[in-house]
């Protein structure tokens, strides 16, 4: 059977301080739009460019300087003016007159990633952070959409539309609402439909290795982009004691070469932990939540946490291309827990690279511990999503040659010669590996 789609219009109560955040994330959305709009449209002189991922990768990293948006919503204005200008390329096949498209109705798209949405309120992202909007229901709901669809938990939130209606000063959400089958338990077949949940967690690094997956896969180089930046750094300070314009001129130029280097270092980076995650048959990626990361990590340095963040958007936005979830997770006591018996104590990681739990021995790099445990904590959402332990699909992390569920059952891969746990497998990081 065919999915049942119906949208259904919900005002929302925007609090009055936060109106003109939802204003400017709409002004920022609509540019990152018509952006695109005029790099795609180049009829009738070249062909259009239709590719979504070719506008990404020439686009992304500009709009996202050029706005306070977060990876989702810059992602989804690019996709809205691709899809305008397929739709225009098409009609110039067929004939008909058309031209470049172009955005000005107030409109913003936003998923589950840039919303959250619930049976009362919903979560928005804005150019200020999250704002909280309840919505307006009607005291007898009964035989309108919203008693239908949106407090019918037979239908779930699918990606939506937020717009304004000038007259009234009005907020609405246009909320689309998938229907779900319910099961003999009586479950949603949002918790069904895949076969298996996998997930790989990734814990990434100041130093070492710069992102270390529950796979022992110890990918980039850390060492070599403090290294390049340091030297950086170093010129910079030593040109602006110059104070010339040539100084000035070289050193801008000095900063563009730096930042398409660590560009590209962040773009292997994600490819490797996409690939990672495909190889073994994840349905999702975890990583710690990068907020205050600056103020949680005493060598976090600005740089640090700007590269993390454009790490985890990389991945995020290839990732939603081929079908994997991403999430992030608390980072309270990833470090010091034992990824084999649970024991947390500071005194369990020696250094900053070796792991030794005192309560039963378990020794491995400290890094590929902490990723494992990364996992671990997406796992026990998902598995607790779940209206039944026995219920739903199989929850699992990824590990080195096979996989471990809550219960502490580990399942080694086919071509796995392994027996019991691999898993202690790394103890040492391969920088650039």
């Known amino acids: 059977m065919g999915d049942v789609i119906r949208t259904v219009k919900i005002k929302l109560d925007v609090p009055d301080e936060r109106c003109d955040d939802l204003h400017q994330t709409k002004d920022q959305f609509l540019h990152c739009a018509n952006t695109t709009a005029e790099w795609a449209w180049r009829h009738p002189n070249d062909y259009c460019i239709t590719s979504k991922q070719t506008a990404e990768n020439a686009l992304y990293e500009r709009l996202r300087d050029e706005t306070a948006l977060t990876a989702n919503l810059v992602q989804k204005g ?4 691709i899809e305008a200008t397929k739709s225009g390329v098409a009609r110039l096949k067929n004939g008909d007159n058309t031209s470049q498209p172009h955005f000005d109705a107030w409109s913003v798209v936003y998923d589950k990633r840039a919303a959250t949405f619930h049976r009362d309120h919903v979560s928005l992202s804005t150019i200020n952070g999250r704002v909280e909007c309840d919505y307006v229901i009607p005291d007898d709901a009964e035989g309108t959409p919203i008693g239908e669809y949106l407090l019918n938990k037979n239908y779930e939130f699918r990606t939506s539309t937020l717009q304004y209606d000038r007259p009234t000063e009005s907020f609405y959400l246009h909320a689309r609402m998938r229907q779900t089958e319910d099961t003999d338990q009586g479950h949603s077949t949002a918790f069904f439909d895949s076969e298996h949940r996998t997930v790989l967690g990734v814990d990434l690094n100041v130093d070492g ?9 110890f990918i980039g180089n850390a060492d070599e982009m403090n290294h390049r930046r340091r030297e950086f750094e170093k010129t910079r300070g030593s040109m602006q004691q110059t104070g010339t314009r040539s100084a000035h001129l070289s050193i801008q130029s000095m900063e563009d070469r730096e930042h398409r280097w660590m560009q590209d270092e962040l773009h292997r980076a994600s490819n490797r932990i996409i690939e990672e995650a495909r190889d073994h048959d994840c ?12 103020e949680r990590m005493a060598d976090a340095k600005r740089f640090h946490a700007w590269a993390f963040r454009r790490l985890v958007e990389y991945v995020e936005y290839k990732a939603e291309m081929v079908g994997i979830a991403v999430a992030q997770v608390s980072p309270a006591y990833t470090s010091q827990r034992c990824s084999k018996c649970g024991f947390t104590h500071e005194t369990n990681r020696r250094s900053k690279h070796q792991f030794v739990c ?24 998902l598995h607790s999503g779940q209206t039944s332990s026995g219920g739903g699909a199989p929850c699992q992390c990824a590990l080195t040659s096979g996989t471990l569920n809550l219960n502490g059952e580990y399942t080694a891969s086919v071509d796995s010669t392994a027996e019991g746990e691999s898993t202690d497998k790394p103890k040492t990081s391969v920088a650039g590996h």
């Open 358 to 381: 005192q309560k039963c021995g378990y020794e491995l790099n400290a890094d590929y511990n902490a990723s494992k445990n990364i996992a671990r904590k997406l796992l026990k959402k």
């Open 78 to 81: 690019i996709r809205r003016a």
């Open 209 to 217: 290795s710069l992102a270390v997956t529950s796979t022992g896969a």
């Open 283 to 294: 349905t999702h990626i975890s990583f710690e939540n990068l907020t205050d990361i600056r």
